[in-house]
């Protein structure tokens, strides 16, 4: 983007830290800016202009996610996959939103690649996004369309495109137990690709020459007094203790290949690590239980593995952020897929600058988020006195406000309330 792109790119970033009411048909000006319909069709001009591309608007966002990386004291960063349906229903404006499973369920499909410290668990910046419509794939790694693919082989794709993001840490790819894949394993393992993946409860693993089931065999290892606590937890408004088993192990069915001409075999055995992580109440019963398949080595603790699943969820806490914590994207007017993934990577940089603000420590950080959630107006619980949407809210109160104050003295602000409501500041 030339400079002038690149000022109103800023510009229309402050503009969504101002994000407006879910039923309001644009973002909301800033006082003494402009006025409403105009930042409405600054926002319409700039995401219809064609020199304004997906890869240029996601540069910003992995310049940061980089740069928070680079400042992790972990070798390691973890890559969060996952997959968002947006639901329009009502927009008849928008003439290309695609069937996604059955005949009623149709919108948009999000594909998020999101960067996590592996040291914090701070969510760092999205680092690629795809937005699935009938018309394809847009996508910032290109500026063509991709064409329509299972969710599966995304991910491939985006590997090797994380190559060259010239990330200063190794990267760990975590998904979901949607990815619990032999043939995929196989190929990221054959491209020396680094992940983590929940697997499914009905996967079979071949540990001490004899195969399992997950189940079977964490009840083996149950039996065999493998579990070592590390740690409680809050789960379901109680206190959890935290169990922890690992182990080499090896898949030895079968994978599946996908081809044009269909599914064919693939044979030989994958050696990969096994780390089964639980939660259990003070009588021992299991309250919740994961399976985790990796191809970390073994520097890396199985505690440590657990605690980046966990993380996984910051994707998920992301998504929430643009759908309903504060950016409202499902209310949006725009019109087409391209628009809306162009508004969602300048929503983003929203995201990041409240995340880079929660992750501070310093005695003026702290301050400056206290006084953030005070001007939310949130009632925050004990053991969480600050929120990323809490975060958010106060800064679409805080930039208005300073923009007020641009252009009008505390003065002029009594008097005009005095004016407005007089009730309110009447002496005795």
Known sequence: MDARLQRRYWQLVQVHMNSPQPLAPGPRALPGICQSFATTQALWRFLANPNVTLPQLVVPLRTLGCQGAQESSSPYVLLVHDWSKLSYKGHASKADQTQLSHEDDVGYEMYTALLVDAAQGNPLAPMELNLLSARGVDTTRRQTRLKRVHHLEQILPTMRAARKWEVPRQIVHVIDSEADSQIDFRSWSAEEELFLVRGDLTRHVTWDNESFPLPDLAQTWQDRQLFREAGTVSIRGATGIRQIAGADIQLTNPGRKRTEAGRIKVSGPLKLRLVISRIVDADSQVLAEWYLLTNVGND??????????????????????????????????????????????????????????QAQETPESKECQQFLVKLSGRQMKRHRPITTSALITGLQLLIPMLELLEHHSPNELRQLANIALPHLHRPG
Do not use: F, P
Request: with cysteine; proline share 0%; net charge positive.
């Open 300 to 357: 890396v603790s199985d505690a440590t593995i657990a605690d980046w699943y966990y993380w996984r969820w910051r994707i998920e806490s992301y998504h929430k952020l643009l759908k309903s914590g504060g950016q409202q994207l499902e209310s949006w007017q725009q019109e087409s897929a391209t628009a809306i993934a162009k508004r969602l990577l300048i929503a983003s940089m929203v995201c990041v600058s409240a995340w880079q603000l």
